[in-house]
C-alpha cells in the first residue's frame, strides 16, 4: 500500500511560480512516482513520471522545460515535489500525484495510488 498526500496548490498570475510536494508513506520503493493533471471537462493527463532508482525523469511535451520533477527521502518520508515555473493559464488544474509500475508510464490506468489532488489556478 502506498499513501500520497499533495499540497502547495494556489492561484499564481501568468508567468508566476508554484512547488507543489507530495508526502509519500508505504511501500513506495517499489514504484515510480508521478504527477498528472485535469483541468475541467477534459481528461486526466500526465505531467511528468520519476524513477525513484535512478532519478531519470519523464515530462510531457506541454511542460517540457518549465516543470522539473524530483525526489527526497528526509526522516524517513519520501517527498515528490513539481516546480512550475512560466505558468501559463492552460496549466490551471488539479494536480495529483500518483504511484505506479513504470516512470516511462504516461497514461492514468498504468499508475496504482493516487492522492487527493490539490488545485492550481493560473490567472492571465
Known amino acids: 500500500q502506498v499513501q500520497l498526500v499533495e499540497s502547495g496548490g494556489g492561484l499564481v498570475q501568468a508567468g508566476g511560480s508554484l512547488r507543489l510536494s507530495c508526502a509519500a508513506s508505504?511501500?513506495?520503493?517499489?514504484?515510480?512516482l508521478g504527477w498528472f493533471r485535469q483541468a475541467p471537462g477534459k481528461e486526466r493527463e500526465f505531467v511528468a513520471s520519476?524513477?525513484?532508482?535512478?532519478?531519470?525523469?519523464?515530462?510531457a511535451d506541454s511542460v517540457e522545460g518549465r516543470f522539473t520533477i524530483s525526489r527526497d527521502n528526509a526522516k524517513n518520508m519520501l517527498h515528490l515535489y513539481l516546480q512550475m515555473n512560466s505558468l501559463k493559464a492552460e496549466d490551471t488544474a488539479v494536480y495529483y500525484c500518483?504511484?505506479?509500475?513504470?516512470?516511462?508510464?504516461?497514461?492514468?490506468?498504468?499508475?496504482?495510488?493516487w492522492g487527493q489532488g490539490t488545485q492550481v489556478t493560473v490567472s492571465s
Open positions: 508505504g511501500r513506495t520503493f517499489s514504484y515510480a
Open positions: 500518483a504511484a505506479g509500475g513504470s516512470y516511462s508510464a504516461r497514461t492514468p490506468r498504468e499508475y496504482d495510488y
Open positions: 520519476i524513477n525513484m532508482n535512478d532519478g531519470s525523469t519523464n515530462y
